[in-house]
């Protein structure tokens, strides 16, 4: 047996077949290239019966891309149909089969390398993100050589465990929660997309493990544990035991906690605090709703512009908006407005490649400088507004000029619509979120600015603590317990009270079962998390006490290190 640390992404246990996804950049196929020789004509044969069958299942996909997400997203799919059509690379690796005498797969391989080495090398950032397709792609066919389609559980007829270098987009979009019980992957952390995306639809996961195509192969049995982030490969009968048990259990506590999904939140002597479910897609409110959530408190809206070639439209903006509002029925929906820059690129942005993305043209900076992009999301937020209670929130904050100018915008946007005859709540809240420590330190100016304010504290540790949240080279010092953090916490939420606005917390952090007491007692009116973390979160509430969080809260702000806070969260330790 084999045991792997990767970072715990998404928590729940899974034990499933490991289905090792094909990456075209690994060298496994060249020795395949010799093999041919003496059978060209069968091997160009094999080629195109192997495109016509990836092209029908991109065919499949493009069909749920399209019925999830739209044109925008389900445009990637198509180019890679086309691809599958594209006669002069077809000629190219037939060519290649005649004349150099390899097999099919090792044309296919060399032939999207080359096309990844081209599109790698270009300076338009749009064309070089088009590499990821080509390699998507080309991981597809090698997978159908193998007489399987890509990601799913054909060749095991039962669920599987996805075991990647990273999620890639076409198996994303259309993937099947039924078929995939868990994935990990070697690249990325408990912020990327993968994660969040595990968290939202309840998929336990682990990321940023290095390495797992050297050490697990297709078919092997794994134990994936995303609550602590470990990986079994071929696990003893007795662990199987063990971790069954354990997944019943877990199974158990969700029965358990279904009893709180209509609850309101409040402490064991009353005191309220709102939990609300972070979402990227408009699909996912509904979930949110079923999983308890007395609203959304951040809307990723970036996740709408990502993968796809060019900005959505007003319209289509607005159909994803007021899908997300009607699923809350009623219920405070936050929709972000576009956090685009640091880990999340949008090649057809065309901004130049930055030395430090987390401190370059990202977020508001980028929409203030493009006001027609950004107006066109603001009068699509605008108008959702009319078929439910949005409020609109604006990320990346630094200054109250960029304030003003976004409130200049938005008024301007009211303007328009209102000329056009076209509804929408005047009495729309905006807020920001505090993401930065000169938006925190500059709070009693700002919370007179706005009508409610959001800690993203996966951004405001990163700025803090001088470290960066994807380097795991500095993981260590990421530290959301650190009470440089905490203090900004409690000022940015006397100042927010002192002006009469709400304050809560949208980062990861939230859906800690831990840092609960803590948050209570700095003075937090709601946390917004993954859905899936929401009842658990509301049955720990319960069991607290607001006076003992306060007194938590309090010790933990005169602490000179974050482990000095965590041996305070020790109950035994603060109560005697
Ligand atoms: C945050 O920074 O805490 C946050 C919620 O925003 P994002 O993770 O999207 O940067
Ligand atoms: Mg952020």
């Given at each position: 047996?084999?045991?792997?640390?990767?970072?715990?992404?998404?928590?729940?246990?899974?034990?499933?077949?490991?289905?090792?996804?094909?990456?075209i950049?690994?060298?496994?196929?060249?020795?395949?290239?010799?093999?041919?020789?003496?059978?060209?004509?069968?091997?160009?044969?094999?080629?195109?019966?192997?495109l016509?069958?990836?092209?029908?299942?991109?065919?499949?996909?493009?069909?749920?891309?399209?019925?999830?997400?739209g044109?925008?997203?389900?445009?990637?799919?198509?180019?890679?149909?086309?691809?599958?059509?594209?006669r002069?690379?077809?000629?190219?690796?037939?060519?290649?089969?005649?004349?150099?005498?390899?097999?099919?797969?090792?044309?296919?391989?060399?032939?999207?390398?080359?096309?990844?080495?081209?599109?790698?090398?270009?300076?338009?950032?749009?064309?070089?993100?088009?590499a990821?397709?080509?390699?998507?792609?080309?991981?597809?066919?090698?997978?159908?050589?193998?007489?399987?389609?890509?990601?799913?559980?054909?060749?095991?007829?039962?669920?599987?465990?996805?075991?990647?270098?990273?999620?890639?987009p076409?198996?994303?979009?259309?993937?099947?929660p039924?078929?995939?019980?868990?994935?990990?992957?070697?690249?990325?952390?408990?912020?990327?997309?993968s994660?969040?995306?595990?968290?939202?639809?309840?998929?336990?996961?682990?990321?940023?493990?290095?390495?797992?195509?050297?050490?697990?192969?297709?078919?092997?049995?794994?134990?994936?544990?995303?609550?602590?982030?470990?990986?079994?490969?071929?696990?003893?009968?007795?662990?199987?035991?063990?971790?069954?048990?354990?997944?019943?259990?877990?199974?158990?506590?969700?029965?358990?906690?279904?009893?709180?999904?209509?609850?309101?939140?409040?402490?064991?002597?009353?005191?309220?605090?709102?939990?609300?479910?972070?979402?990227?897609h408009?699909?996912?409110?509904?979930?949110?709703?079923?999983?308890g959530?007395?609203?959304?408190?951040?809307?990723?809206?970036?996740?709408?512009?990502?993968?796809?070639?060019d900005?959505?439209?007003?319209?289509?903006?607005?159909?994803?908006?007021?899908?997300?509002?009607?699923?809350?029925?009623?219920?405070?929906?936050?929709?972000?407005?576009?956090?685009?820059?640091?880990?999340?690129?949008?090649?057809?942005?065309?901004?130049?490649?930055?030395l430090?993305?987390?401190?370059?043209?990202?977020?508001?900076?980028l929409?203030?400088?493009?006001?027609?992009?950004?107006?066109?999301?603001?009068r699509?937020?605008?108008?959702?507004?009319?078929?439910?209670?949005?409020?609109?929130?604006?990320?990346?904050?630094?200054?109250?000029?960029?304030?003003?100018?976004?409130?200049?915008?938005?008024?301007?946007?009211?303007?328009?619509?209102?000329?056009?005859?076209?509804?929408?709540?005047?009495?729309?809240?905006?807020?920001?979120?505090?993401e930065?420590?000169?938006?925190?330190?500059?709070?009693?100016?700002?919370?007179?600015?706005?009508?409610?304010?959001?800690?993203?504290?996966?951004?405001?540790?990163?700025?803090?603590?001088?470290?960066?949240?994807?380097?795991?080279?500095?993981?260590?010092?990421?530290?959301?317990?650190?009470?440089?953090?905490?203090?900004?916490?409690?000022?940015?939420?006397?100042?927010?009270?002192?002006?009469?606005?709400?304050?809560?917390?949208?980062?990861?952090?939230?859906?800690?079962?831990?840092?609960?007491?803590?948050?209570?007692?700095?003075g937090?009116?709601?946390?917004?998390?993954?859905?899936?973390?929401?009842?658990?979160?509301?049955?720990?509430?319960?069991?607290?006490d607001?006076?003992?969080?306060?007194?938590?809260?309090?010790?933990?702000?005169?602490?000179?290190?974050?482990?000095?806070?965590?041996?305070?969260?020790?109950?035994?330790?603060?109560?005697?």
């Amino acid at each position: 047996m084999n045991t792997i640390r990767g970072i715990a992404a998404a928590e729940g246990i899974a034990i499933g077949t490991a289905w090792v996804l094909p990456h075209i950049d690994a060298e496994d196929e060249q020795g395949e290239g010799a093999e041919a020789a003496a059978e060209p004509e069968r091997q160009k044969l094999k080629l195109q019966q192997t495109l016509e069958r990836v092209r029908q299942d991109l065919e499949k996909v493009y069909e749920q891309a399209q019925a999830k997400h739209g044109d925008g997203t389900a445009k990637i799919v198509k180019g890679q149909i086309l691809m599958t059509k594209d006669r002069s690379w077809i000629e190219g690796m037939a060519r290649l089969i005649e004349e150099e005498r390899v097999s099919a797969e090792f044309a296919v391989k060399t032939k999207v390398d080359e096309l990844i080495r081209m599109f790698e090398s270009m300076d338009n950032a749009y064309m070089r993100e088009r590499a990821s397709d080509v390699r998507d792609l080309g991981n597809r066919l090698l997978m159908r050589f193998k007489g399987a389609a890509y990601g799913g559980g054909e060749p095991f007829g039962g669920p599987v465990v996805w075991v990647a270098n990273d999620l890639p987009p076409s198996l994303t979009v259309a993937l099947d929660p039924d078929t995939v019980q868990a994935w990990i992957t070697e690249t990325g952390g408990r912020t990327s997309h993968s994660s969040i995306l595990a968290r939202s639809l309840g998929i336990p996961a682990v990321v940023g493990a290095g390495d797992l195509r050297e050490r697990i192969r297709t078919g092997q049995t794994l134990i994936v544990d995303g609550g602590s982030g470990v990986v079994l490969v071929d696990p003893s009968p007795a662990l199987l035991r063990e971790y069954e048990e354990k997944r019943r259990k877990l199974a158990e506590s969700s029965s358990r906690l279904a009893r709180w999904k209509d609850e309101p939140t409040a402490t064991a002597d009353g005191k309220r605090i709102a939990l609300q479910a972070n979402i990227g897609h408009a699909d996912e409110a509904s979930e949110a709703s079923r999983q308890g959530a007395e609203g959304i408190g951040l809307f990723r809206s970036e996740f709408l512009f990502m993968h796809r070639d060019d900005f959505p439209a007003e319209d289509e903006q607005l159909a994803a908006y007021r899908k997300s509002v009607e699923s809350m029925d009623g219920k405070p929906v936050t929709i972000r407005t576009l956090d685009i820059g640091g880990d999340k690129e949008l090649p057809y942005l065309q901004v130049p490649k930055e030395l430090n993305p987390f401190l370059g043209y990202r977020a508001i900076r980028l929409c203030l400088d493009r006001p027609r992009l950004f107006l066109t999301q603001l009068r699509a937020i605008l108008r959702a507004s009319h078929y439910g209670q949005v409020r609109l929130m604006l990320p990346m904050i630094c200054a109250a000029e960029e304030i003003r100018e976004a409130h200049r915008l938005l008024q301007q946007a009211r303007e328009e619509l209102e000329r056009e005859g076209i509804a929408y709540d005047p009495y729309m809240k905006v807020g920001i979120m505090v993401e930065t420590p000169a938006a925190a330190l500059l709070m009693d100016q700002f919370g007179g600015m706005v009508d409610f304010v959001s800690i993203g504290t996966n951004d405001l540790v990163q700025y803090t603590m001088a470290c960066d949240r994807m380097n795991e080279a500095v993981a260590r010092l990421y530290q959301p317990y650190h009470p440089a953090v905490l203090r900004q916490i409690r000022y940015i939420a006397e100042q927010a009270h002192r002006h009469g606005i709400t304050v809560s917390l949208c980062g990861e952090w939230g859906s800690e079962a831990s840092a609960l007491p803590l948050l209570i007692g700095l003075g937090l009116d709601a946390i917004s998390m993954s859905a899936s973390s929401i009842l658990g979160i509301r049955e720990r509430a319960a069991s607290l006490d607001s006076e003992y969080c306060a007194q938590l809260a309090a010790a933990a702000l005169q602490c000179a290190s974050q482990e000095e806070v965590l041996s305070l969260l020790n109950p035994s330790k603060i109560q005697s």
